[in-house]
């Protein structure tokens, strides 16, 4: 186990000290702020309204629902453009929960988007990790240690998803730093309302982010474990990273192509978005969240059984 961790320390070690790797964590950085800053200067593009805030938030909510129900044009008279959901704005007087400004929570959650950022990145760091040993001759170097082959790509595998984790939880805090900079915070623990398929819950507003993070990292990990395992097999970081970021872009594309076929749910891009079943209902009918589960780790077993079975039994004497 110690020579495993330190396998691990040192393909962390070799990631950072990359160019490359600085420059994707700096961007990112980068590109958050500068988010940030646009949200703030667009007050319009944030809140689509100003939020009833005040002692009489009751009343005021009430009001908007009377004006929503008004079948006399009184609908023009609206003020709140973001409570326009009966049902959600009688929850919240219901519940005597007040509603909240824009603040780092909501930040927060719209920063969600910017998994696919982080994907790309992991997929680049994926499909380089193996590849480039071959590539840079210096594959025989870390073969010739008393460590087995499958040990030494597990070590790589678990580095691959430590950086992507890194990069995970360094957009949650930076996101919420920048937001509570920004916008100021609410409430650390203030609950959240929101619609899921027909029914309206609230959760602490933590443990709703951070479960909505979680959910859209799955396709994460699945393309970047598609990545390592095309960077294992065929030991080009360049077709890794081409193909893994090709699929990535187009996997929408070809699941609506794909659409009138009922062998499409089987495709893996059908199944990575699990909150479709929080949100609303599958692209396929028939598929439930078990469904899903099931087919991602069938295609998860796959990519690793590949992945281990050519670089374990591949002639290095070549390389």
Do not use: C
Request: aromatic share 14%; net charge negative.
């Amino acid at each position: 186990m110690n020579n495993f961790v330190k396998l691990i320390r040192n393909e962390q070690m070799k990631m950072y000290s990359q160019i490359t790797t600085k420059v994707m964590v700096i961007t990112f950085a980068i590109l958050i702020l500068a988010f940030g800053i646009f949200q703030k200067v667009d007050d319009s593009f944030l809140s689509g309204g100003d939020v009833p805030s005040g002692d009489d938030w009751k009343e005021v909510l009430q009001e908007q629902n009377d004006l929503l129900q008004g079948e006399d044009g009184s609908r023009e008279a609206i003020q709140y453009p973001a409570f326009m959901d009966v049902e959600v704005n009688q929850y919240y007087i219901d519940n005597n929960i007040k509603p909240t400004t824009f603040d780092a929570w909501d930040f927060v959650q719209m920063n969600k988007g910017f998994i696919s950022i982080i994907s790309l990145f992991t997929i680049i760091v994926a499909a380089s990790i193996v590849a480039n040993e071959f590539k840079w001759g210096t594959i025989k170097l870390l073969l010739i240690r008393p460590i087995s082959r499958a040990k030494l790509l597990l070590a790589k595998y678990v580095s691959v998803l430590i950086f992507a984790l890194t990069l995970l939880v360094f957009l949650y805090v930076f996101s919420f730093v920048v937001g509570g900079a920004l916008f100021g915070i609410d409430s650390i623990s203030q609950t959240y309302v929101f619609r899921q398929g027909d029914s309206i819950e609230q959760a602490p507003i933590f443990a709703h982010t951070a479960f909505r993070y979680l959910l859209s990292s799955i396709n994460l990990v699945m393309m970047a474990t598609f990545a390592f395992m095309i960077s294992a097999v065929f030991r080009n970081s360049s077709l890794s990273i081409g193909i893994a970021i090709f699929l990535m872009m187009a996997g929408n594309s070809i699941l609506l192509f794909l659409a009138g076929r009922e062998w499409a749910k089987y495709i893996l891009f059908a199944n990575t978005d699990l909150t479709v079943y929080l949100e609303g209902g599958p692209m396929f009918e028939g598929m439930t969240a078990v469904f899903s589960v099931g087919v991602l780790i069938v295609y998860y077993v796959l990519f690793i059984v590949l992945a281990w079975l050519f670089f374990t039994k591949r002639d290095v004497a070549n390389a």
